[in-house]
């Protein structure tokens, strides 16, 4: 790993991240939500470097506050697991109206439709209101047993669709979406760059090697929702 020292400015270790990640910068500014103007007058020191996007930058991409700030620790001090909530009462709502995560009538684990397509209206059951979860997410089923325990057969996954699948961080859970099929499954990194390992948290399953060309979609599993949702 690169010595990143305190040194280096926070515009600098911001440079690093978006080659590390494959991006050209305007990707890079779309993906954490700025104008890549603004995003070019930070770098250039002409803008401040402000809290604010180093926070969005922490969100969107995994890393280190202390590092991005500071130039202490390392980029990716551990890695980017889905939180689990637990709940004994979570707030559901009967109208998707409601402020709240919506909760879909959908397994991602069955069918190979386009999953991007499904999230219509029609489809909300509910909605999830808990200060954990991301607005920007999407609560949906998964069946079968191939990531217990950390995935319960029939529990439920906040999820969050990336637009840039070039940027994979690995031993992250994510809804891997193929031509003939949909899984769940923790990303791992390949020996062979144009590779992926798809790993099942039971053990009873064994590793997938597919190609980086065959992932047709790619959502980031944010939350692991531990709690029957009762729609």
Known sequence: MKDFSTHQSAAERIRYLIRFSRMTQSQF???IGVDPSNLSKHLSGRLPISEGLLNRIVVEMGV???WLRDGTDVPFAKPAIANEIVAANPIVADSPAMSGVPVYDIDVTAGAAELSRM?????IVGVV?????SRDSRIVRVSGDSMEPTIRNGGYI?????TQRQTIFWGQIYVVVLEDFRMVKFLRRHADKNMV??????????????????ILDLY????????????
């Open 29 to 31: 500014a779309e993906r």
């Open 64 to 66: 280190s506050k202390q």
């Open 119 to 123: 999230f219509t209206v029609d489809r």
């Open 129 to 133: 209101d808990l200060p954990q979860l």
């Open 158 to 162: 906040a999820i969050r669709r990336l």
């Open 197 to 214: 390992v798809l790993h099942s948290a039971n053990p009873d399953y064994d590793d997938m090697d597919i190609a980086r060309s065959d």
């Open 220 to 231: 980031v599993v944010e939350n692991i929702l531990n709690f029957d949702i009762r729609c």
